[in-house]
């Protein structure tokens, strides 16, 4: 059983792994730094569709069977899948993969829904006799535009603070081995709200989510940032960087040169036009699973401390005038299954 430390983290005692990972992102992704780390670049938006939606289905679908293959299973064998998206009842979780049979749970945390599945992947394993399950998530620019903001034909103009929904899905899948990457610790996230209106600023609106999840990690270990190689957030482009940085240094922790953000590693925001960044669920996912978890396999990285980050805002609450509230789950991954550290 998980040992709970302080009130929001607990450490894994039976040894959970991810034992392989998927990636595939669209063509903007293929164009980016980390192209050449996915798994499949697909130069069709629509991904042979009809529609957008349909599209981002078949991105879950697809990093599912890349993450199975290379973990020589069949998604049937899996003993639960944890799926979620940023659309409307979670459309491209649900219909992307209704035809595997995994025992499925979906899951909403906007942006953040990669780092919570593998938070509830974690304490499904340690707490049953599950033996193996799957983590995947997607966003697509097409159908989150429309759902979000306005049709693309609207042509509507992004201002400086905006992030560019990625079109790319993720999938891990965890299980009891001893190989790494290891998962040691699992912070759950608070919701924290600081009056963000701005549908278009969402690293503002995050920020204060993933400086709140860090600190609560911190105190509940007793260890710092210095203590890890790579403080890994999602999504918080480069204003909510830049917010998080100064946030953590009122609490008294420096991240600066022991942090790095997926919106902000995806992309190049200097060839590519993504103003702040990029975003979606798909962002965190890919890059983890294209990028991260292979250099924590191999120990290039030692200790990594992942947390998604995800503005829960809805349409329907901003046209009432609600603010936006954040939230970030923080997964520390290992390349060593052993506590040398105080956590």
Known sequence: MAKK???????????????????????????????????????????GQKTWEQAECQLQLRAVDAACRKAHLMPQELDFILAGDLLNQCVSSAYGLR?????????????????????????????????????????????????????????????PTSQWTAT??????????????YV?????????????????????????????TLAHFFEDTGTRPEDYDLILTGDLGQVGR??????????????????????????????????AGASGCGCSASVLCSSILPRIASGALGQVLFLATGALMS????????????IAHLVHLSSRNHPERRC
């Not at 942006?111 to 983590?135: K, N, P, Q, Y």
């Not at 503002?204 to 709140?212: G, N, W």
């Not at 349409?315 to 954040?326: A, F, H, K, R």
């Open 315 to 326: 349409t329907t609450m901003l046209q009432q005038g609600e603010s936006i509230p954040g």
């Open 168 to 181: 790319a899905a993720g999938c891990a899948i965890l299980g009891r081995q001893e190989r790494p990457p």
């Open 5 to 47: 430390l302080g009130r929001h983290t607990y450490r894994l005692e039976k040894t959970v792994s991810v034992s392989a990972w998927g990636s595939i992102g669209g063509k903007k992704e293929g164009e980016g730094p980390l192209g050449g780390a996915f798994d499949e670049i697909e130069p069709d938006a629509r991904l």
């Open 99 to 159: 035809a595997f049979g995994i025992p499925f749970l979906g899951i909403y945390g906007a942006c953040s829904t990669m780092s919570e599945g593998m938070v509830l992947a974690s304490l499904l394993l340690e707490g049953t006799d599950a033996v193996r399950g799957g983590v995947v998530t997607s966003s697509h620019f097409c159908s989150a535009e429309r759902q979000f903001r306005t049709p693309l034909e609207y042509g509507a103009q992004r201002p």
């Open 242 to 275: 830049d917010l998080l940085y100064q946030l953590a240094a009122e609490q008294g922790y420096r991240l600066e040169g022991l942090h790095q953000d997926c919106g902000l590693l995806l992309y190049d925001r200097q060839r590519q036009d993504v103003h």
């Open 184 to 212: 040691r610790t699992v912070t759950i996230g608070t919701i924290e709200d600081k009056g963000i209106t701005d549908a278009a600023n969402m690293g503002a609106a995050m920020a204060p989510a993933a400086a709140a």
